[in-house]
């Protein structure tokens, strides 16, 4: 009989959204009329734009033509799309042909794993979103060094303490403090991985969150970033393509092993190998979203959960709560002094009916919080808030 992988047994088991599922059921069992309202899962609610629907339904009937059919594109994804990216996220910072369109930023980054192996050694904030270490851990890798992220350095990690390391994982807006990095934070990052030749792996999945003006947006607005930085980026929570599957990656040219070698040409043989190239649909879809009106829609779509999660934040803060995130981020990260995360959780569904996510769940550090998501249709969030307004935690 074949054994298991032993890395995938050192995995812990998909904890957090199967107990959050087991608590709900049971209360359910016991308060069936209960109206739950669900803040917990961060997946979108609001419908895709008719200009990208327009978009799927144009390309969906070509492909049933002769003259329309498409089969495989190329594996990086459609040309026009890779320039388009690289024209409307990064000012033409990087070129198209740093830019490899996928099938979303978590799949990204199981492949961007393979691509390093299981001899690195990296650094991942904590708490954090759990791919970072679950992937690492598949990969065989073992040394992971927890990086602390609290109210108290601004949620983003004391690189002054950290050993050198191969990769640093930083989330920025963050899952799920919510915190978006300054200038100054990614200069030190930057600073960081150039003294220790690392590489830092940004996830940008939320940058089209950002509205501050002097934030960056992404991680090659800092000098020499195109050095030691890969950045990841998604349609998901922009436009509303969590279903649809599109996002994708910029390797830089200039980004270079020890010896020399491209880490880009690395990454173009392993995405190659294991990856056909994102759905033309959803990459045609992509196309719209970049055009002037796509993209006048999709910030309508974002300023939609920014405010339902300006709603949550004023109410939690009136109700004496200390509440990070929630201005640059889809996510708000509430303290609640001196009781557990789960605690916290029990006492919001049986009170108030609403599904939170326990803040330990992201990782140690993450204990005292709650997690709330401001995914949620209008009608949904006033409720909830009219519901915190009568309870006490
Ligand atoms: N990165 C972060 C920080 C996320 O929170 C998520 C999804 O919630 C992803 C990546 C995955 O995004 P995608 O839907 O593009 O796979």
Partial sequence: MIKRNKQVAKLKSGYLFPEINKRKQNFLINNPEAKLISLGI??????????????????????????????????????????????????????????????GAKCDIGRLQVLFGGEVSVAIQDPAYPVYIDGSIIQGI??????????????????NVLDRVDLIYICSPNNPT??????????KLVAYAKKNHSIIIFDAAYAGYI?????????????GAEEVAIEIGSFSKLAGFTGIRLGWMVVPEALKYENGFSVKEDWNRIATTLFNGASIIAQYGGLAVLEEKGLKEVEKLVDFYLENARFLKTTLEQMGYEVFGGINAPYLWVHFPGKNSWEVFQ???????????????????????????????REDILLAIERLKKIKI
């Fill in 42 to 103: 961060g997946d979108t609610t609001q419908p895709i734009s008719s200009t990208v629907v327009d978009a799927f339904v144009g390309i969906s009937k070509n492909l049933g033509t002769p003259e329309g059919y498409i089969g495989y594109g190329p594996e990086q994804g459609i040309e026009l799309l890779r320039q388009k990216i690289a024209n409307t996220f990064y000012k033409n910072l990087v070129n198209s042909e740093e830019i490899f369109v996928s099938d």
């Fill in 142 to 159: 073992d040394k992971i060094h927890m990086m602390s992220c609290s109210f108290e350095n601004g949620f983003f990690p004391d690189l």
């Fill in 178 to 187: 919510g915190a978006a990095c300054t200038y100054s934070q990614l200069e």
């Fill in 211 to 223: 509205k501050g003006p002097n934030l960056p947006k992404t991680i090659y607005e800092i000098k």
């Fill in 347 to 377: 006492e919001l569904l049986e009170k108030a009916h609403i599904i939170t996510t326990p803040g330990s769940g992201f990782g140690p550090a993450g204990e005292g919080f709650v997690r709330f998501s401001a995914y949620g249709k």
